[in-house]
């Protein structure tokens, strides 16, 4: 008759290493729930402290951009883009401005938190984060900037195309924290809080700007970045509840690939021209009518 080594009374080897190892499993999960992992149901009132970018002091030395290397830049076929430099500086001031709602001060940057706040909880994965609140915007003071302006020939068909090259630093930057849901075994199980700062050094890249095809019937202007861009963040994050991690890499890498993938997928925008429909609908009216009185 066999015996049941694991179910018998008297203790045995089998019985210790089972419990041996249930207790090494109960502990890990404890450690993790206590240190990194938080129940509660309001995850961001466990710690009070959120990484951001002390952004006086980046601002102090972005406030007047260096033109001399825009004109280092420039080559012998090289134009300066000054004038169009100074139409980006005020196009920026503009949305900045409407999305602060023309709002100075403390009022102003609550207003863009709360909108850039409802919008990251509209793109976010609700199955796999919890509730982002954001706890500071900056919304920089600089615009990009055009320089070394040339033209060559399209890669296809006989017409050019004008090309800049684009140098962008800025003191953007987002604060913000949330957490990653374990839902197994039940619905939001556990949570990881995740606290981020996410911010702009530098972006540089070439713009190529395309005429439109006289022959389409929708022409267009087409202004596209190279799939060559440079776009470096700087990333300060604290992950877990009472031990926290500092600055994870994995992290970094992660929201700077993501970053640079949504940017690649929506580098090219084509302008339409406005009012061609509306010149060429009486042309194809008139062009109908002549048909119709040709034919019987």
């Not at 080559?75 to 500086?89: I, K, P, Y």
């Not at 302006?149 to 017409?159: L, S």
Request: one cysteine or more; glycine letters at 4%.
């Amino acid at each position: 008759m066999s015996t049941n080594y694991v179910f018998s009374l008297q203790p045995t080897f089998t019985q210790g290493l089972i419990l041996g190892q249930l207790s090494i499993l109960f502990l890990l999960a404890l450690i993790l729930q206590y240190l990194f992992l938080d129940s509660t149901e309001s995850p961001f009132e466990t710690s009070s402290y959120h990484p951001r970018v002390n952004s006086d002091t980046r601002r102090k030395g972005q406030q007047n951009p260096p033109v001399q290397r825009e004109k280092d830049s420039l080559d012998e076929s090289g134009e300066s883009a000054d004038w169009f430099n100074v139409l980006l500086q005020q196009v920026a001031n503009v949305y900045r401005s409407k999305l602060r709602n023309d709002l100075a001060g403390p009022q102003g940057d609550e207003v863009a938190r709360q909108r850039v706040e409802a919008y990251a909880n509209t793109i976010r994965p609700a199955g796999f984060l919890d509730y982002i609140k954001v706890h500071s915007v900056d919304l920089g003071n600089s615009a990009p900037r055009l320089y070394n302006g040339r033209t060559k020939a399209a890669e296809a068909g006989d017409c050019s195309v004008t090309e800049f090259s684009v140098d962008y630093e800025d003191t953007i930057s987002v604060s913000l924290s949330t957490s990653y849901l374990f839902n197994y075994p039940m619905s939001s199980f556990a949570r990881l809080p995740v606290f981020l700062t996410i911010s702009l050094s530098v972006f540089k890249s070439s713009l190529t700007i395309t005429p439109p095809n006289p022959a389409s019937t929708t022409p267009e202007i087409v202004i596209s970045f190279s799939p060559n861009f440079t776009l470096d963040l700087t990333t300060t994050s604290l992950v877990g509840s009472r031990a926290k991690l500092a600055n994870v890499p994995k992290l970094h890498e992660l929201i700077q690939h993501q970053v640079r993938r949504v940017f690649a997928a929506r580098a090219k925008w084509p302008v339409v021209l406005p009012g061609v429909a509306r010149i060429s609908e009486p042309i194809v009216h008139e062009m109908k009518q002549e048909m119709e009185e040709v034919l019987p």
